[in-house]
């Protein structure tokens, strides 16, 4: 798929990844709605900055994990430019619980992660399938982890969230076919504020990588676009992680 012109919908669009995201977008001439929930400054401060680039872009708001709230969302984004061309579903949220401490993982964290991670991004997908599928032609990259794969990561609960995404990614490429592609990229640990605080953490696990190093928000982005614009391509979940799960 070519970018140009495109209108894109990034959820969780205007911080980390979803940031780096949306302004890769836009340097590939996409049109993007920079979806927030409650991060309106970061949302606009990107909507600028893609502006000042020359760039069109729009900050929209919606809890993704809220059927109604994305709906609207995708219905503003569509009269504003037409129609919705690619979604990136970024938005996640996580609870730092130690795996082995199930009795941390109550049903609030179960019913929080499941909304906005797998829900979410199910809902945001359903609301755009028209459009596209009017089009006949669409493309959905959903962001996933390797927790999702290996079962580890920042909670028990946020790691089989993840492997819903995967799932879900699967699910709906068969689904959506033949005029949506879906696919999941599922990086490893990368370089966002997810980290501040645990900063140690981090430089130690980057000299024990094959690569020697951690992703970027640029680096996922620069992938992102790949994805979308590969049109072989659909079902698949692509890992993303410096080798870090080799």
Known sequence: MDLINKVALVTGGGTGIGSAISQELAKRG???????????????????????????????????????????????????????????NNAGITRHIPLEDLEAVTDEVWNELYNVNVKGMFFCARAVAPYMNKNKHGAIVNLGSIAGTTGSGSSLPYAVSKSAVHGLTKSLARALAPAIRVNCIAPGAVVTRWWAGREEQMHKLAPNLPLQHLSTPEDIASFVCAVLEQEALTGQVITLDSGQTM
């Open 30 to 88: 996409a049109k993007v709605a920079v979806n927030y929930s409650r991060s309106e400054a970061g949302a606009q401060e990107i909507v600028q900055r893609i502006k000042a680039g020359g760039g069109e872009a729009i900050a929209v708001q919606a809890n993704v994990a809220d059927d109604e709230e994305v709906r609207r969302m995708v219905a503003a984004i569509a009269e504003e430019w037409g129609t919705v061309d690619v979604l990136v």
